[in-house]
């Protein structure tokens, strides 16, 4: 179960360290379903500010899984990131697992080109080429190595392109570009690979659904965009 939740939370909460916040800075929020085997279980919301010249994307999330009725375990998770010129300047997530709290901060040192990442289980120095990965932004797609919002650590990526695909979520359609999302390592254990599959809404560039499998079916499906 821990491995399932740690999985879990880094799924839901990632981001990207070079924003095109220009295909962004007009929205006020994305809100998305957090659905496990075809059933919501909670959300996931970003929320947009622009700030003079920072740009600021805050997110929460809230899930509870019951199984026979009992709840087996509850996620709930802040974030907040900080963007000048395109560049993230600082990151900060708290996130209670059940009882238990995980964080990460991290801060842009412009003069070494560097991040300082300071988690509840990882700390260290990564050149600020970096990205963290996130559901808000597409250009993760376009990265080969991100950042974990959760721990803090390294993952090397390999992005695919499927094809075009057509979808209905919430009762709209959608025309999608589709694609994976795959750790770079194969020889990673499970629990620590990437693999997720990502629809870009052709016309807007923002992520309309994002799926994966781990002890069921999860998805995020976009509900509303302002």
């Known amino acids: 179960m821990r491995i399932l939740l740690s999985i879990i939370i880094s799924s839901i909460i990632t981001i990207n360290s070079h924003a095109d916040i220009n295909n ?10 957090v659905v496990h085997n075809d059933k919501i279980v909670g ?31 509850k996620v709930k998770s802040n974030t907040e990131e900080e963007y000048k010129n395109n560049q993230l300047i600082s990151f900060k997530s708290t996130t209670f697992q059940n009882k238990k709290e995980k ?9 070494a080109g560097n991040f300082i990442i300071e988690g509840s289980s990882y700390s260290g120095e ?4 970096t990205l963290l990965g996130n559901w808000w932004n597409a250009d993760i797609l376009k990265a080969d190595k991100q950042i974990s919002p959760l721990s803090g650590s390294i993952k090397k990526q390999v992005v695919s392109f499927i094809g075009d695909e057509k979808i209905l979520l919430n009762g709209n359609h959608f025309y999608t570009s589709k694609y ?15 693999n997720f599959k990502i629809w870009i809404d052709k016309t807007s560039k923002i992520i309309v659904k994002v799926a994966y499998n781990r002890l069921g079916n999860w998805e995020y499906r976009i509900k509303k965009v302002n």
């Open 180 to 194: 994976t999302i795959k750790s770079k390592d194969e020889n990673l254990p499970d629990d620590k690979k990437l």
């Open 126 to 129: 990564v050149s600020a080429d």
């Open 43 to 73: 959300f996931n919301n970003f929320y947009f500010q622009t700030q003079g010249e920072t740009f600021i994307v805050k997110n929460e999330v809230y899930f509870s899984i019951l199984v026979l009725g009992v709840e087996v375990f």
């Open 103 to 111: 964080y990460v901060r991290i801060n842009y040192k412009e003069d």
């Open 24 to 33: 962004y800075k007009n929205l006020n929020f994305i809100e998305m379903d």
